[in-house]
């Protein structure tokens, strides 16, 4: 978190309010609620820029749990808008545009590694940034040099590599059944940073990581020398057609492949598909959170929210109809997302979105209207995010998360809730990972998949 | 956070030895004193049959402390007989509660069978909030906050799970 400087704006006005105090009780009383208020409340419109924040701002000069949320929110949202920006070639960002115009160009995170393309069979070296992967084997039949500029790699099925095994089973987790009776496609992305750390230490490999022997520790950013650290992106996406329609979605094209490896009766297939992004997770480690600050952003149709009366016909993982669908129940085994159709999953949203959230994903959406006034990206929304509030304790390595709790409905689906060691934590849960010699892994458990 | 919040986690600081920070964090996510305070306040309430002990005791600790008076005196000044056994109880199940997340009830002899102590489970928030685990240098059973390996190296020193 960084204090903005004595003498800005906002502590003129607080300095000038304290003076008031010496007048009367109720002046002081109106001037320290009025300086609170600001904390709090999102200002008008937001300002759309291309430059990933390296640290939190912190902009009351009280902070309380409910200004620090809000400002590591607006980290989050500008985080967002710059990862999401139109992206050159290099994957820079395209100083002459802005968030939302060319929208079928890839923007800037679509240029991160994808991390099949980092823990290669054998343990292989993987290709230098910046150099194009192959797909998949079973891809071979797709044309690589006529893929659309940006195209993913699709060969997830969760959020974990190995949804489909029986090794997954016991956290509840399994795969998201959309709309159309589809599989949901997750890809787990590093930025540079965090991508040169692990080559340079041959993190990729198990034998790299044996010799390393020690815990991970990946570069943080930070404000001071203006260095970005480590970003991880995870991402979730349906295919579009059917009860999709592309205009709502941000959407690129992606290679989906399903992996015969995961799950008997899995056919290897390799599909050149549209897809739309209905979740985006951001792990980010700056120099006071080495728990890394972790913001979730959903498509706005996804859910209605659990207890609350469902406010849209149609959302994308949630039917207002079936009134004997089982709530946020993975589907019946067996698994395989080559079937033509399987019972699309019921989800609700657990934890409501605070309003405070609400407030700023309004501001936020004004922002990106009045820059480009049908922006695709009026239909995503922050959902939280999670912060270490005692980022320096010396008894608790996960520096007390607020919230508590933070799950994204399409990347958490069935471990919502506030139960501890079972609901959904990001910082709890990626506190636990360690690399294939059982040194932690600085939150991240990408490096268990060194082979 | 109120007078009456602060009159509580004060005694509650006094009678258990941890520190007011530890007890009540400036930045306080799982804020286990909100669920504290208004449920010492109703049990000792209900079983004392004065609904004005609980602010007598919240009075006693704040014209104690405004004594300047040390932890140590303000203790023992609480738990003086003195007071009353209703009163010197509740302060004992505060202690009680703090360290267990649970709430106690005293069980008289009868007969052949001694006096015993059952107590309930505040909650599942209590029982991860409990201080016990943190004069263990540990962690509740099914709720670790350690790193993988954890079991390998020294904990933390005592007084950084206490605060003093």
Known sequence: MTIEPLCSAAQRKYIARALLCSLSFFSCAQALMAQDKPAIAPPPLPVLTPQIPLEISVTGSKPTLASLQYDFDVFSWQSFIALNWPANSDGTPNTNLTIG?????????????????????????PAPWGEDTPPPPVCRNIDAGHLPPGTLRLTQVGKTPNVLDESGEPFKTGPLIDQNGQYTRFSIMTNQSMFNYIVTNKLYSKAGQQA?????????SNATSQQLGSIMIKTAWVKMGGKYDPAKFYTTYALVYDNPEEEPG???????????????HIGHKTQDEPQWVWSTFEHVDNVPTKG???????????DPHCKNCKVNDPPPRPWNPGNRYTKPSQVERIIPITAEAQQLNESYHQALAAAVPDSVWLNYELVSTQWPTDAKSKTDPTGVPAPSFLANATLESYIQGQVKQTSSSCMACHNNAASTTGNPSDFTYLLQRAQ | MSSEMDNFIGLSAVLTGFSHNLLAPPLDPVDIKAEYLPFFKRKIAQESGDPNLAGQIFQKYSALHAQGLTPQQIGAAMLDPSNGEDFVLACRKLIFMWYSGAWPTLIPAAGSTPASTVSDMISAKSYTASLVWQVMQSHPMGDSNYRYGYWAKAPAPLSDYTGN
């Open chain 1, 212 to 220: 390393f022997n020690a815990d991970a520790n990946f570069p943080s």
């Open chain 1, 266 to 280: 899995v056919k290897p297939s390799c599909v050149l598909e549209q897809v739309g992004l209905v979740g985006f």
């Open chain 1, 308 to 318: 609350h009366a469902s406010t849209l016909a149609a959302y994308n993982f949630f």
């Open chain 1, 101 to 125: 115009q060319a929208p079928n160009d890839p923007v800037v995170w679509q240029s991160y590694r994808e991390s099949r393309s980092i823990f290669l069979a054998g343990g292989a070296t």
